[in-house]
């Protein structure tokens, strides 16, 4: 699975991005899409995680301002983004989960792609 994500930018607090994130590759066993993000010396966190099945959970900080979005056709996953604060500065990651079965037993990888820079000024 190869994935690229774009629509970072410098935006002023209060403000709003999307960001995109294409999927490409073997696509038919991607059972849920996700944002992450991170900063300089701290570990990535998520963001934003959509499955095929079950519910769509946001971090915290993000409740109420983010929302994503999967456009299953396309294979794109999207990331509105409003109300921006400085904290939300940090290099954004596009993921996907792939889970499938050999008929023997059930294997799970997880799939990044480039970051995308997003900047909020105060």
């Known amino acids: 699975v190869q994935l690229q994500a774009s629509g970072g930018g410098l935006v002023q607090a209060g403000g709003s991005l999307r960001l995109s994130c294409a999927a490409s590759g073997t696509l038919s066993d991607i059972s849920a899409m996700a944002w992450y993000r991170q900063t300089p010396g701290t570990a990535r966190e998520l963001v934003a995680r959509?499955?095929?099945?079950?519910?769509?959970t946001y971090a915290e900080s993000v409740k109420g301002r983010f929302t994503i979005s999967r456009d299953n056709a396309e294979n794109t996953v999207y990331l509105q983004m409003n109300s921006l604060k400085p904290e939300d500065t940090a290099v954004y990651y596009c993921?996907?989960?792939?889970?499938?079965?050999?008929?023997?037993?059930?294997?799970?990888?997880?799939?990044y792609g480039q970051g995308t820079q997003v900047t909020v000024s105060s």
């Open positions: 993921n996907a989960e792939r889970e499938w079965s050999d008929g023997a037993n059930w294997h799970k990888m997880k799939y």
């Open positions: 959509k499955p095929d099945i079950g519910t769509t």
